[in-house]
C-alpha cells in the first residue's frame, strides 16, 4: 500500500512548508528514505526550497508536476495561463516518488477546500491519493475555531487525520492566545496535537533537529499511542467470536483490523492484508468504495432508520423495486430482514403458513438436503445438514426430512458425471412423489453448497430439482446468502440454469459488505395468500426491529448502482477463466484431492491419500495451518476444515489474484509436503 503524509492547513501562511521540511528532516534522522512533494505551487518556490534543503536527487517535474505563474487558487490560476488540470498526471509522479522513496510527504496548497477545478477540490485530491493528513495551524488567535472546523469536515469527507500542529508564525514574543489554545485544542480537536513548533529564523540542520522533542513523530504512523498488544489482550478478555474455539483463540496470536482500503484490511500491527474471504463473503467492490460512502452520508443526513412497522421509508421502496427488476421474472414482493440466517426464517414461515392461509393444512414439512447451511437460528438449523454445527442443537429443533444432495467428488453412490445421470436425486425424488401431501416446501443453496466446503453441483441438478418441485406441488426456496449478486458469475446463482424459484433469500452481498440486510422475494401468487380480511387473521406476523433499515437500504442501491455502471459482471468473466487457468497448476500438488470453482467461489480440498481420498483429521487443523502460512504473505484466508476456500472481492485485480494462487499454492506445498 502507499505511504504517505499528506499536510493541509487551515489557510495559507500557516507553515506547511516549514512542516513538511520538519517532519523530512526529521524522519530521515532515523532512517527513513523520505521525499516531498508539491503537487500545485501558485507563484512560489517551496518546491525548489525543499528540494534543494533535503538534496533530493527526484526532477522538480516529479516534485511539482504543476507549477503556475500566478498567487492564485489554482483553478483561477488555470484558466488564466490557459492550462487544464488532469488529477492522474499528480496521482503518477506520487506513485513514482513512492516507489523511489519509504515515504512521501506531500505539502497542500491552502486549505481542504481551495479549488483546483470545476467541482474538484483538494480535499479530493486528498482522498483520490489515499493518504492520511496532518492539520496545521497558526498558534494565535482563530486558530481554535479553524483548526475544529478543519478537522470536523476532513472527517466528514472520509479523510484520515493524523494529528494537529500549531506553527508560530512569527518571532514575536507568544500572545495569551498562543500560551492558551494548544491546551484547549488538545481537549476539544479529537486528534492528537503531534506539537506546538516554534519560530526559527534559520532552517539549518541543528535547529530542525532540535525540533525532535517538540513534535511526535511516533505518533505518525499509528495515532493510538497504546502498546499494540493491548487491543488483543482487550479483545481476548472481553470479546466472544462467532465459530471459534476460544481455548485456542486465547492462546494464539491474532490480528485485530482497524481500517481498510479496497481489497485489503489493515491490522494494529500496521501491515495491509489481502482480503481474499471478502471479510467472510459478502465484500464485493472492495472497502471504502467511495459511491457507497457517499450514499451512506447522503441517507445519514436525511435519516438514519425508520421502521416499515406502519410506516414506508425511501430508500427500502426504491431498493424492493431493483430487486425485483433484477430478480427472476417470476418474483414480485419483497420482505426485507436482518442477515441470512433471518431471510431463511422469514421463507421457512412463509412457505409452511401460505399452505395454511389456502387451507392446505398437511403440508407442514420442510426438506432439506444432506450438508445443508443455511444459518444459525434455529428455524435454519432445523433445516441444515452439517452435524459439526447442528447435532448439538437438535433437541430445540422442529423435524425436517433430509435428501441427498450432489456431490461428485465424494459421490454417495460412487457413480461418475455425467454417466450417472444424476443418480444422486433419486432419493429427493422419491421423498417428494411418496410424501408431497405434506411437503410444504424444499430449501437448497443453487449450484455451490459453501459452507459445506465450496460443494459445486454437476450441470443440470438445479433445473431437475425445480422440474421435480412443481410436479409434486412443493415450494422451492433458493438460499442466494452465499451465491447472490455476482458470486457465481451471474447476478444469482439460479440464473445459470434459468430456473424461477417460489422464494429467494439474499442477504451478504446486498450491501456489498457494508452494512446488515436481507430480503426474501416471493411470487404474487404466494403473497396474495397474505392478503385477505383482518378478521381472518392470515397476516404475516413477523418482522424485525432495522427491517428495511435506511442506512442499509441505501447502500445496496449504491451498490446495484455499481454492478449496472461498472458493467462487474462483464468484467469478473475474464478474471474468473484466470481464476480456473491459475488453479489448473494445484492438481499436481500431492495432497489437493478436488479443486470446486463456480465463478468467485472456490473450494481446495486437501486430502492425506490422493488415491484413496483418505481425509485429514480433524485435530490436524492442516487448513488451519496453511491460511496461518498465507498469513505472512499478507493474505487473509479462512478455510472450512481441510477445504481452502477462496472468496476475493469481485474487484479483486488479475495482479492480485496472480498473488493470491502463488502464496496459496506455497503455503498447501509446504505445510502438506514440508
Known amino acids: 500500500m502507499k505511504k504517505g503524509i499528506f499536510i493541509t492547513g487551515t489557510d495559507t501562511g500557516v507553515g506547511k512548508t516549514f512542516l513538511t521540511l520538519v517532519l523530512a528532516k526529521l524522519l530521515k534522522n532515523q532512517g527513513f528514505d523520505v521525499g516531498v512533494m508539491k503537487p500545485l505551487e501558485c507563484a512560489g518556490r517551496d518546491a525548489e526550497f525543499l528540494k534543494k534543503k533535503l538534496k533530493l536527487e527526484d526532477p522538480l517535474d516529479l516534485i511539482s508536476p504543476y507549477r503556475l505563474k500566478y498567487p492564485l487558487a489554482p483553478q483561477v490560476a488555470f484558466k488564466l495561463e490557459k492550462k487544464k488540470f488532469n488529477k492522474e498526471k499528480i496521482i503518477a509522479a506520487f506513485n513514482e516518488l513512492t516507489a523511489r522513496h519509504d515515504i512521501v510527504i506531500v505539502e497542500g496548497c491552502g486549505g481542504l477546500f481551495v479549488p483546483i477545478a470545476e467541482n474538484y477540490f483538494l480535499s479530493d485530491l486528498i482522498l483520490d491519493l489515499d493518504i492520511p493528513a496532518i492539520v496545521v495551524a497558526r498558534s494565535g488567535l482563530g486558530s481554535i475555531n479553524h483548526s475544529l472546523l478543519t478537522i470536523k469536515q476532513a472527517k466528514a469527507l472520509g479523510i484520515k487525520i493524523l494529528g494537529l500542529v500549531l506553527n508560530k508564525t512569527s518571532k514575536q514574543k507568544p500572545t495569551l492566545a498562543e500560551r492558551t489554545n494548544p491546551k484547549v485544542l488538545k481537549n476539544l480537536a479529537g486528534v492528537t496535537l503531534l506539537g506546538c513548533l516554534p519560530y526559527i529564523s534559520r532552517t539549518n540542520e541543528k535547529n530542525i533537529l532540535n525540533l525532535r522533542k517538540k513534535i511526535k513523530i511516533d505518533c505518525l504512523f499509528d495515532t493510538d499511542t497504546r502498546p499494540l498488544s493491548s487491543w488483543e489482550k482487550l479483545d481476548k478478555k ?14 494464539d496470536e491474532q490480528l485485530v483490523i482497524e481500517e481498510a482500503k479496497g481489497c485489503y484490511l489493515k491490522a494494529t500491527d500496521g501491515r495491509w492484508y489481502l482480503d481474499a474471504v471478502s471479510s467472510l463473503w459478502v465484500n464485493l467492490h472492495g472497502h471504502r468504495k467511495n459511491s457507497i460512502d457517499n450514499a451512506i452520508n447522503g ?30 421474472k417470476n418474483l414480485t414482493k419483497v420482505f426485507y430482514s436482518d442477515d441470512g440466517s433471518t431471510a431463511v426464517e422469514v421463507a421457512l414461515k412463509i412457505s409452511y403458513q401460505y399452505w395454511q392461509n389456502i387451507g392446505d393444512t398437511k403440508k407442514a414439512k420442510i426438506v432439506h438436503l444432506k450438508n445443508s447451511y443455511h444459518g444459525d437460528t434455529l428455524g435454519a438449523v432445523s433445516v441444515g445438514g452439517i452435524d459439526l454445527f447442528h447435532k448439538v442443537y437438535k433437541p430445540f429443533l422442529f423435524d425436517s426430512i433430509s435428501a441427498e444432495s450432489p456431490s461428485c467428488y465424494r459421490c454417495p453412490l460412487g457413480k461418475q458425471y455425467p454417466d450417472c445421470r444424476l443418480a444422486c436425486l433419486k432419493d429427493l425424488e422419491k421423498t417428494l412423489r411418496n410424501k408431497n401431501e405434506h411437503i410444504a416446501a424444499l430449501i437448497v443453496e443453487p449450484i455451490v453448497q ?7 453441483w454437476p450441470k443440470g441438478a438445479l433445473k431437475r430439482i425445480e422440474k421435480l418441485c412443481k410436479e409434486n406441488n412443493v415450494l422451492l426456496i433458493v438460499d442466494e446468502v452465499a451465491t447472490g449478486f455476482g458470486r457465481t458469475g451471474r447476478m444469482f446463482a439460479c440464473e445459470h440454469e434459468a430456473v424461477k424459484p417460489d422464494i429467494l433469500c439474499v442477504a451478504k452481498g446486498i450491501s456489498a459488505g457494508y452494512l446488515p440486510i436481507a430480503a426474501t422475494l416471493t411470487t404474487e401468487n404466494i403473497y396474495n395468500a397474505f392478503v385477505a380480511p383482518y378478521k381472518d387473521k392470515k397476516t404475516f406476523f413477523h418482522g424485525h426491529t432495522y427491517t428495511g433499515n435506511c442506512l442499509a437500504a441505501a447502500a445496496s442501491i449504491a451498490n446495484l448502482d455499481i454492478f449496472s455502471q461498472e458493467k462487474v459482471l462483464e468484467k469478473l468473466q475474464p478474471k474468473i477463466a484466470a481464476l480456473k487457468k491459475g488453479l489448473a497448476g494445484f492438481k499436481k500438488l500431492k495432497h489437493v484431492g478436488d479443486i470446486r470453482q463456480k465463478g468467485f467461489m472456490v473450494g481446495i480440498e486437501l486430502v492425506k491419500n490422493k488415491r484413496t481420498r483418505l481425509e485429514y483429521d480433524w485435530q490436524e487443523r492442516i487448513g488451519i495451518k496453511v491460511c496461518q502460512r498465507v498469513r505472512k504473505d499478507g493474505i487473509i484466508l479462512r478455510p472450512l476444515g481441510n477445504v481452502i476456500v477462496l472468496m476475493p472481492p ?9 498473488f493470491l494462487l502463488k502464496s496459496t499454492f506455497n503455503a498447501i506445498k509446504e505445510v502438506t509436503e514440508g
Open 238 to 251: 472481553y470479546v466472544w467470536h462467532p465459530f471459534t474455539q476460544m481455548k485456542d483463540w486465547r492462546l
Open 650 to 658: 469481485l474487484a479483486i485485480t488479475r495482479k492480485e489474484l496472480g
Open 299 to 328: 441517507q445519514l443526513k436525511k435519516i438514519a432508520h425508520s421502521t416499515l412497522l406502519g410506516l414506508g421509508n425511501l430508500p427500502s421502496i426504491e431498493l424492493a423495486k431493483r430487486l425485483i427488476d433484477i430478480a427472476p
Open 450 to 456: 459453501a459452507a459445506a466446503g465450496i460443494i459445486v
